[in-house]
């Protein structure tokens, strides 16, 4: 017996404008994700997906608007880093930035034609929306070679890890700007424990003094490259777990 056809996804036009849409690529870009290495927080994710709704393959897929980008893979053996268009089914849940859930893409309006069915054995699907400044830039997405009634629960445990990842991909996206912003301040900007006295990190002004004269003062005298003793204004505030942010600004 035929299945019933499952229901339509967007028209190509609106598909198409969505993944264009220029807030999103750049929010995309500002994560710094695409094209970079594998990270085992994300790989930890695929692998929670895969287990968590009993599905053999799961990946997260990012998707700007020629290819989608796979940051992380479980259950292929020689995993592609990305693959065109063609071969997406992220891409809807991109463009549309809902879930997505396909029993069987043979007799899916949208993905019946497409060649990862074939090539990929890619037969069942359920994908979860993943996010950056509120634009959908991929999925977190789960598998199968068989057809298959993805239950509620599956749903549900996939979403709620697709929000865990969002919040790892936010406060990605905020360290990221932090860091940019401290590179382009004058002022000496460190990170720093201070139970080990170990300096975590330092912009590129803090670079070009000796910063082991630091200390909890209001004032300190910090030593140049060059040799030149300078004073500076300091303050610090705690920061994460245990650590201590510094700013010392250069006085006249």
Known sequence: MAR??????PMDSEHHRSLQDVARLQALKLTGLMDSLPEASYDRFVRLASRLT???KAFLSLVDDRRQFLKATHGEENPARETPLSHSFCQYVASTGQPLAIEDAR?????????AIQENEIIAYLGSPLLAQGKCIGSLCVTD???????WADRQALNDLAACVNSEIELRTTNALS???????????????????????RNETARDYDLTALSDRDTLELTHRDGSHHRFSHHTAPFGDGQLLGVATRLP
């Open 107 to 115: 007799f899916h309006p949208t993905v019946k034609d497409n060649p």
């Open 179 to 201: 860091q940019g912003l401290a590179e382009l301040l004058p002022a000496v900007v460190y990170l720093s424990d201070p139970t080990s006295g170990e300096i975590l990190y």
């Open 54 to 56: 009993g599905s053999p």
């Open 4 to 9: 019933r056809p499952e229901k339509d996804a």
């Open 145 to 151: 070679k068989n057809p298959r009634r993805w239950g």
